[in-house]
């Protein structure tokens, strides 16, 4: 069972050309014997909302490996504003009180503020740190204790983490994905399931084709285009997950 986001899901792609279904052929063929490959991504989600996924289906679907997909461009992110989970006194990682509502944009009560096509508008006509004050502001919301206040279609590139990645909001979100992958591993564990954390950089990092980029980035020293797979790296690890 393959779990993530709509990388995983890939809904505009053919059902062939997905991850999940290439994985079967390769894996059946590898293997010389038939394997089953289940696509459980989500559009948007993170891997806080994909940990409850899994925590809800595995014994159903009893699989013998669950490949664990992590996105480094907004999953972060998703662990903070999401508000499904949050960190105790001690640092452990403890589920939230707040009502879990189906998502506005299912509902139809989405405000235009929040809709995915406004980010991608204001992307274009701010500067290249445009998402600076939505993060500041998803991470005043965390310290209040608040409720999640903006769709999860409306994920923004996790910037604090990648330029700024020993300031307060970083930091947190570190520990955020820390606590995560190490109860999906947990989960794992208890019932004897091989797992294997997928990590996908961020096109921001990679290529000129989207702005801002690394280019625009790099005029801050200590950004690097690394930043965001490498903490995603070292969560999966330190969760003793195997990674990809």
Same mark, same amino acid.
């Given at each position: 069972v393959v779990y993530?986001? *709509?990388? &995983?899901? #890939?809904r505009f792609s053919p059902i062939e050309d997905t991850f999940p279904a290439k994985l079967a052929e390769l894996l059946s063929?590898?293997?010389s014997r038939d394997v089953e490959v289940i696509n459980s991504g989500v559009v948007g989600f993170g891997p806080d909302q994909s940990l409850l996924k899994m925590a809800g289906e595995m014994d159903q679907?009893?699989?013998?490996? /669950? &490949?664990?997909? /992590?996105? #480094?461009?907004n999953d972060f992110g998703d @662990? @903070?504003?999401?508000? @499904?989970?949050?960190?105790?006194? !001690?640092?452990?990682l403890v589920e939230t009180s707040h009502p879990r509502r189906p998502d506005p944009h299912f509902t139809g009560e989405s405000p235009f503020w929040s809709s995915l096509l406004l980010v991608r508008a204001v992307r274009k006509v701010l500067d290249p740190y445009w998402n600076a004050t #939505?993060?500041?502001?998803?991470?005043? &919301?965390y310290r209040s204790g608040g409720e999640q206040v903006a769709s999860h279609f409306a994920d923004v590139f996790d !910037?604090?983490?990648?330029?700024y990645?020993?300031?307060? *909001?970083?930091? !947190?979100?570190?520990?955020?994905?820390?606590? !995560?992958?190490?109860? &999906?591993e947990q989960l794992a564990a208890q019932r004897g399931i091989d797992i294997v954390a997928v990590i996908q950089p961020s096109a921001?990092?990679?290529t000129t084709n989207l702005s801002p980029n690394f280019e625009t980035f790099s005029e801050v020293e200590s950004y690097s285009p690394r930043n965001l797979t490498r903490f995603a790296n070292a969560s999966a690890e330190a969760a003793g997950l195997r990674v990809v």
């Open positions: 993530g986001d *709509s990388n &995983v899901l #890939a063929a590898g293997l679907l009893a699989p013998d490996l /669950i &490949v664990f997909h /992590i996105f #480094a461009d @662990l @903070l504003r999401n508000r @499904l989970f949050e960190l105790d006194e !001690t640092g452990e #939505a993060l500041q502001y998803q991470y005043d &919301v !910037t604090d983490l990648a330029l990645p020993d300031s307060p *909001s970083a930091l !947190t979100k570190r520990a955020l994905m820390d606590g !995560t992958l190490k109860r &999906v921001f990092d990679l």
